[in-house]
């Protein structure tokens, strides 16, 4: 009950999965900066690819029963986002910007905006499976086969305009990153004046670089359909 009816087991609800989220976008764009990796390896689209082997690690049996957990997490933290920000709404008597205690913190833009950088993040995911997840770990739970994950790569970032679409997810992302993190341990009690600056930094650091592995895989993907490896395309679509 204190969960649902307390204010503080809500935020507390949303830290924790908020941290298990934090976790797994820092392996997902790991797994995914491997295929920069292999571009200067010159082994990007190799069966034996870093890239190939991280995708072949999450298509494990294990990683597919975190699938859903994953997936309840993601419910999770945008149900209670969506609720908390009902609340505040509807405490201070109409539309008015998130409000966080530390006056500090509520000089950043990320921290007043967190609800509107949470539906961006949650209508770009949406984008997001449709391009990889859905043609992967969707093909292997029904019994198909996955997907060369290098052709996928190439065939999304290959336009322009997704890879712009991507960007702003990304931003998007570091900043709702950003405030997450360091409002996370506040929420646990890390809330000093003097945790609360080195959180914020730290935050930064961790959001930085989630938002530079993603970032650089995009980017090398565009480089790579259009100046270093335009022929590789047709090349693993097998024509």
Request: some cysteine; hydrophobic content about 55%; overall charge positive.
């Amino acid at each position: 009950m204190f969960m649902y009816k307390s204010s503080i087991g809500k935020k507390f609800v949303q830290a924790v999965s908020g941290a298990f989220l934090i976790i797994f976008l820092l392996l997902h764009g790991t797994i995914n900066f491997f295929s920069v990796i292999d571009t200067f390896t010159g082994k990007f689209g190799a069966a034996d690819g870093l890239f190939q082997k991280g995708c072949e690690f999450m298509a494990l049996p294990i990683v597919d029963i975190m699938v859903p957990i994953l997936a309840l997490g993601f419910i999770i933290h945008i149900g209670y986002g969506i609720w908390l920000s009902v609340q505040n709404i509807h405490a201070r008597g109409g539309l008015k910007r998130y409000e966080v205690p530390n006056k500090g913190a509520a000089d950043s833009w990320s921290s007043t905006n967190m609800f509107i950088l949470g539906i961006v993040i949650f209508g770009l995911l949406a984008f997001h499976l449709t391009h990889f997840w859905a043609k992967m770990q969707l093909l292997d739970f029904t019994g198909g086969e996955a997907e060369n994950p290098y052709m996928l790569l190439l065939q999304t970032f290959k336009s322009p305009w997704i890879l712009a679409f991507y960007v702003i997810w990304f931003v998007a992302l570091f900043l709702h990153l950003a405030h997450g993190f360091w409002s996370m341990f506040q929420t646990v009690g890390w809330n000093s004046q003097i945790w609360f600056k080195r959180l914020k930094v730290i935050g930064i650091i961790v959001a930085a670089i989630i938002v530079i592995l993603f970032v650089a895989t995009a980017i090398n993907a565009f480089v790579q359909a259009h100046f270093l490896q335009p022929d590789l395309l047709p090349h693993l679509m097998g024509m």
